[in-house]
């Protein structure tokens, strides 16, 4: 079993920045793709950014250029640094780990607010 704990999101204006961070723990087996994902109210759950192991990287296009994702494999952590951050970001941000094993976990989520 593998708890993944978010953390940063926050109340921020249009333009602003927030950093979010996701540590794992628990896995006795290498997690394969971190990743971010969110969900804003009335909508389905959609990507934002996913790493692997070997850092290949993948974003959404409404957030490239904007935000950043990154990881350390030593510490099972990701953050994603989100800057000009707009209204329509506004939604809860989900940590997600994909094991090698193909087993999938998620976060419990972290709300993000940007203000107009």
């Known amino acids: 079993q593998v708890q993944l704990v978010e953390s940063g999101g926050d109340l921020v204006q249009a333009g602003g920045s927030l950093r979010l961070s996701c540590a794992a723990s628990g896995s006795r087996h290498s997690i394969n793709v971190m990743g971010w994902y969110r969900q804003a109210p009335g909508k389905q759950r959609e990507l934002v950014a996913t790493?692997?192991?070997?850092?290949?990287?993948n974003y959404a296009d409404s957030v490239k250029g904007r935000f950043t994702i990154s990881r350390d494999n030593a510490k099972n952590t990701v953050q994603l640094q989100m800057n000009s951050l707009a209204p329509e970001d506004t939604a809860v941000y989900y940590c997600?780990?994909?094991?090698?094993?193909?087993?999938?976990?998620w976060g419990k989520g972290t709300l993000v607010t940007v203000s107009a």
């Open positions: 997600n780990a994909l094991l090698y094993l193909g087993l999938n976990y």
């Open positions: 790493i692997t192991r070997d850092g290949s990287i």
